[in-house]
């Protein structure tokens, strides 16, 4: 699956943040996918995303 991750400036403005090929969608793979994201200077915020994990909402 590709997944495409979009920030969100303050003023409203999009960016994409990053393009991600996975096998599977485990947490293992989102904390490398958030590792690689914070190693980029991403600032932590909330995040949205489908509740795959049990969560649709919550702390990056």
Same mark, same amino acid.
């Given at each position: 699956?590709?997944?495409?991750?979009?920030?969100?400036?303050?003023?409203?403005?999009?960016?994409?943040?990053?393009?991600?090929? #996975?096998?599977?969608?485990? =947490? !293992? $793979?989102?904390?490398?996918?958030? *590792?690689? #994201?914070?190693?980029?200077? =991403? !600032? $932590?915020?909330?995040?949205?995303? *489908?509740?795959?994990?049990?969560?649709?909402?919550?702390?990056?």
């Amino acid at each position: 699956m590709l997944y495409v991750i979009v920030g969100l400036h303050e003023e409203g403005k999009k960016d994409i943040l990053g393009l991600w090929l #996975l096998r599977s969608e485990t =947490v !293992r $793979e989102w904390v490398r996918i958030r *590792n690689d #994201l914070k190693a980029r200077g =991403v !600032r $932590e915020g909330e995040h949205n995303h *489908n509740g795959q994990l049990g969560r649709d909402k919550g702390r990056c």
